[in-house]
């Protein structure tokens, strides 16, 4: 996220390449989402911090929606960059890394991931469309990690179930802080979920 | 539903009191929302269904917005009295018939129950408050029945975790129809879901 360059940069209306100026605007945007929801993301405040006109940023994202779309996306992207698993270590671990990276992410970005979930996620299409393939791409983490590229659809359900699963249950540690459930328990709890849950829906169903 | 005179009502231009033709708006809402999504929910296409002026129809709902919540608090209160829990059954068996009652509530709505889930739970604060409000209700039907009104976090994260877990299955199984699962089994993996999940959650946590 840091430029390489070895000269320290200007804080404000400095004359920024087009690429630059956006990519400042989204991580400014990204910066706020985390302590506001992006309903309240205003594109004066954002055009404020950028020591730039209202009008320049519109010259950058023809819209607020165009501006909430890309720091959505690129919220998603951070966080899918977060809990990458890294391929070196055995699945469970993998599992491990991944869940206590997704917990910390959301500890530490609630407002960003509850827009991503929930208010992103609403009625607009493009902002649900990044919602679904963030959710995809963590199920195909673990078809892949379990050796499933096309699994059986209940084993489908039971990955994509725990991703929302693992959302709402972070969701509601983050908002109702419990003294008799930390961390390392939470953490714990989505881990033994995703196992117990992928163990069953592999499992012929005893269908009564 | 349906009204209990046994005179026909005319379809249209008729003088309604103004419960009766709130309740009337709401319902053609209701219908209209069982296949199309809530911001497609267009103010004109429900007044003309009701043959009244699209003026009168603000008379009773000061805002598109506040005609959607009526909509949307309608649609929750209808899915819950669907799924509501038969006192009479033992747990295993009021289990499942609230998740069968779950699953068909859902297949017959499926664009009112995405919305009440992603769309309306969207950035709209008072439509977010519906949903939690459902969300919460079905977790405390569970936790009475398995007689823990103030259950352990853990508890409490599995069972509202499962309620997550159950609406992205059968809104991914609506999506993707299965040749592989049927309804049955759509009800099979919900129910194993929860008692798998509880079971596992009431279990003192084996932390490594």
Redesign the interface.
């Known amino acids: 996220m840091v430029s390489a360059d070895s000269e320290p940069r200007p804080p404000a209306r400095t004359r920024l390449d087009p690429e630059a100026r956006r990519t400042q605007l989204v991580e400014l945007g990204l910066e706020m989402l985390s302590t506001r929801?992006?309903?309240q993301l205003a594109i004066e405040d954002i055009a404020a911090a950028a020591g730039i006109s209202r009008g320049l940023l519109f010259h950058y994202f023809p819209s607020k929606r165009d501006f909430h779309e890309a720091v959505v996306r690129a919220a998603a992207a951070d966080m899918l960059a977060r809990t990458a698993p890294d391929p070196g270590l055995p699945f469970i671990e993998q599992l491990r890394a991944g869940v206590e990276a997704f917990v910390d992410y959301v500890s530490e970005n609630p407002a960003a991931y509850v827009s991503l979930v929930?208010?992103?996620?609403?009625?607009?299409p493009a902002l649900?469309a990044i919602f679904d393939q963030t959710r995809t791409e963590i199920c195909h983490r673990v078809f892949e990690r379990i050796g499933a590229e096309k699994p059986?659809?209940?084993v489908?359900?039971?990955v994509?179930?725990?991703?929302?699963?693992?959302?709402?249950?972070v969701i509601?540690?983050i908002s109702e802080p419990?003294s008799?459930?930390d961390r390392?328990?939470?953490i714990?709890?989505l881990d033994?979920?995703l196992v117990?849950?992928v163990a069953?829906?592999a499992a012929p169903?005893?269908?009564g």
Chains 1, 2 share one sequence.
């Open positions: 929801p992006l309903n929930r208010g992103a996620a609403g009625s607009d649900q059986p659809t209940r489908r359900l039971a994509r179930g725990w991703v929302a699963f693992s959302e709402e249950a509601d540690w419990a008799d459930l390392t328990d939470l714990d709890l033994a979920a117990t849950l069953m829906a169903p005893t269908s």
